[in-house]
């Protein structure tokens, strides 16, 4: 009896013991389950949120750049301008514009008789015509005198035309004619990317729409990229505005940044790191202090600086607004702070070993921080100061704040001179009420964005290539 209620007893223990087995096994494998469908989300969240990352990266970068292109391009007219024109004669009389010209079907160059005094030809070793007398009389040898005004011509041509022939003319030696690319109008390009665009009435006569499917038919207007974007300053119309005077500001305001803010920011660094003395109490407080400065600097607002440099700068020492040497001192403050961090953290990274290997040697500690230190931390010393001068390059706020922010339609030629810089051109570009300059702003930024990443890739193959060397 005992017997067999010890073995009943025994199977339900045993029963009890499966039955908790089971629940258990079957709740760690919910569990477990659990857990994989939870990661199994967070992966599907984390590819999502990279694909939406991707994808909204793609659109900023596309629109950019289809924006960018009209930016980078421009209409171009092909004109064959005489360069025999008779000098300070109207070009509404014979001499200038032959009898011959009709509307719509090009004529040969006009050319001197003897009746002509030879001083009223343009030839080589004598004054040259005018530009837009050239420009008026190639017009009229093609299209007649309807809408040969210089008003009229200039809703064709860009501003920088009279300057091309210029240069052409000076060029051309006893060339009784030359035919010229010359730059359009921006009307010129809407007009090629719609010529069905009622709004281009309102623009162009309907003798100038002729004139321009005339040219079209005959292959005589293309786009192309544009010459004058790159080696022309700011201008008051679109079509001439250049990015060149932006470009040399930029260039001269980061020269003066790099000047002031490079070898400071590394010995600073060198010395906080290396030669502050930290055994006295009161020293190693204000070793602290200065650290602390030191990264509260690196998080402050631009703007701060810019008031900074507007104080300092322009109201105690004087000197001249908008120029490139006051920007580079502006931005070199800015610059500091990151160029400290950053060289700190890369001799930070020296093993102590080698400190203590060298001082074993007997090498002394100047000696220590000169031989061994600074070339084993200094590919991560310039990639870090690259870096930081490729952050303020793209600032704005600071360089407003000390005048930069001028309409500057020429280069600057001296350091005290007014300038501008590129991020300041974009923002006036993208600020302008004429919409043919957002695309001036868009191709500005994509320039502003290969410059950034030039930057970071001069800094990343500097970094391989001392760490090679050393």
Same mark, same amino acid.
């Given at each position: ?5 010890g073995n009943i007893e025994g199977k339900l223990v045993s029963q009890t013991k499966d039955t908790a087995m089971t629940k258990g096994m079957a709740l760690s494998a919910r569990t477990h389950q659990r857990r994989l469908r939870r990661a199994r989300h967070f992966r599907a969240l984390t590819i999502l ?48 514009? +032959? ?17 002509? +005094? ?7 070793g004598q004054a040259q015509a005018d530009p837009f007398a050239l420009l008026k009389a190639g017009w009229q040898q093609r299209f007649g005198e309807a809408n040969s005004s210089r008003r009229s011509l200039q809703t064709i041509f860009s501003r920088t035309a009279e300057e091309h022939i210029a240069q052409?003319?000076? &060029? ?105 003395? &930290?055994? &006295? ?18 998080a402050t607002p631009s703007v701060v600086f810019g008031l900074l440099g507007l104080t300092v700068f322009l109201h105690l020492m004087h000197l001249p607004r908008s120029a490139p040497l006051v920007g580079g001192l502006v931005l070199a403050l800015m610059a500091l702070p990151l160029i400290i961090i ?32 600074? +070339? ?88 391989? &290539? ?5």
């Amino acid at each position: 009896m005992d017997k067999t209620k010890g073995n009943i007893e025994g199977k339900l223990v045993s029963q009890t013991k499966d039955t908790a087995m089971t629940k258990g096994m079957a709740l760690s494998a919910r569990t477990h389950q659990r857990r994989l469908r939870r990661a199994r989300h967070f992966r599907a969240l984390t590819i999502l949120a990279v694909a939406m990352a991707l994808a909204l990266l793609g659109f900023l970068l596309t629109s950019i750049g289809v924006k960018s292109w009209e930016g980078f391009s421009e209409a171009q007219v092909r004109l064959t301008i005489p360069l025999n024109i008779p000098l300070n004669i109207p070009l509404t009389s014979p001499l200038a514009v +032959p009898a011959t010209a009709s509307p719509t079907t090009p004529s040969a160059p006009p050319t001197t008789t003897a009746d002509q +005094p030879a001083s009223a030809t343009a030839t080589p070793g004598q004054a040259q015509a005018d530009p837009f007398a050239l420009l008026k009389a190639g017009w009229q040898q093609r299209f007649g005198e309807a809408n040969s005004s210089r008003r009229s011509l200039q809703t064709i041509f860009s501003r920088t035309a009279e300057e091309h022939i210029a240069q052409a003319q000076s &060029r051309a030696g006893n060339q009784p004619a030359i035919t010229l690319w010359l730059p359009a109008n921006q009307h010129i390009k809407r007009y090629l990317n719609n010529p069905s665009d009622p709004g281009l009435a309102d623009l162009l006569s309907p003798h100038q729409l002729q004139c321009l499917a005339e040219l079209q038919a005959a292959g005589d207007l293309r786009r192309s990229m544009s010459v004058d974007f790159w080696n022309q300053p700011d201008a008051r119309s679109p079509e001439a505005a250049g990015i060149a005077g932006a470009l040399l500001g930029s260039l001269m305001t980061i020269l003066v940044t790099l000047a002031a803010a490079l070898p400071l920011g590394l010995m600073a660094a060198l010395y906080l790191e290396e030669l502050a003395p &930290r055994q &006295r109490r009161l020293t190693r407080a204000w070793w602290r202090l200065v650290e602390v400065v030191t990264i509260n600097l690196a998080a402050t607002p631009s703007v701060v600086f810019g008031l900074l440099g507007l104080t300092v700068f322009l109201h105690l020492m004087h000197l001249p607004r908008s120029a490139p040497l006051v920007g580079g001192l502006v931005l070199a403050l800015m610059a500091l702070p990151l160029i400290i961090i950053a060289a700190r953290n890369a001799i930070r990274t020296v093993p102590v070993e080698q400190r203590d290997a060298a001082l074993a040697l007997g090498a002394s500690p100047m000696q220590v921080t000169l031989h061994h230190v600074l +070339p084993a931390a200094f590919p991560g010393m310039i990639t870090g100061a690259v870096l930081a001068l490729a952050h303020v390059l793209g600032e704005t706020a600071p360089l407003m704040l000390i005048g930069m922010v001028a309409f500057i339609a020429s280069y600057p030629t001296s350091w005290l001179q007014p300038a501008t810089t590129l991020p300041i051109q974009i923002y006036l570009w993208a600020t302008s009420p004429e919409p043919a300059f957002a695309s001036k702003a868009a191709a500005g930024v994509v320039v502003l964005l290969v410059l950034v990443l030039s930057l970071n890739a001069l800094a990343q193959t500097a970094r391989r &290539r001392w760490k090679h060397r050393w």
